[in-house]
């Protein structure tokens, strides 16, 4: 098992755009991917979430430029074991998520935001 989390952008940090994650593996403690700041522009495709079944694949916390400043993919990964595989927290918005796999998840995609699409096509 890895670190605490396998890519971690912490609160409060402004000017973000961009984060690509594709093809990784991810075997942390409490999150494969966890974005705590206003994050445009990314795309989670094709990789393998085995964080351990306390911890989450993916926890967007504050998502919400997505329909404002650019588009938010999540598609094509495996999430494998764990209590939550994708959160998309209250502030986020125009996420898209769809073709992803779910092994053994207490929870697929928690969805408190507004605006988000879970499962079928693009909207």
Do not use: W
């Not at 396998?6 to 999150?31: E, M, R, W």
């Not at 991917?33 to 306390?54: D, E, M, R």
């Not at 998502?63 to 502030?91: C, E, K, P, Q, R």
């Amino acid at each position: 098992m890895g670190d605490d989390y396998g890519i971690y952008v912490p609160p409060n940090i402004g000017g973000l755009d961009q984060l690509t994650v594709l093809g990784s593996q991810f075997n942390c403690a409490s999150g494969g991917i966890y974005v705590g700041s206003s994050l445009s522009n990314t795309l989670f495709s094709a990789n393998l979430f085995i964080v351990p079944n306390t911890g989450r694949g993916i926890d967007l916390q504050r998502a919400y430029l997505y329909s404002a400043a650019g588009g938010g993919t999540i598609s094509g990964n495996l999430f494998d074991n764990m209590v939550t595989a994708i959160t998309l927290d209250h502030a986020s918005t125009g996420a898209n998520i769809q073709s992803n796999e779910y092994s053994n998840d207490s929870t697929m995609v928690k969805n408190l935001g507004t605006g988000n699409t879970v499962g079928g096509g693009t909207p």
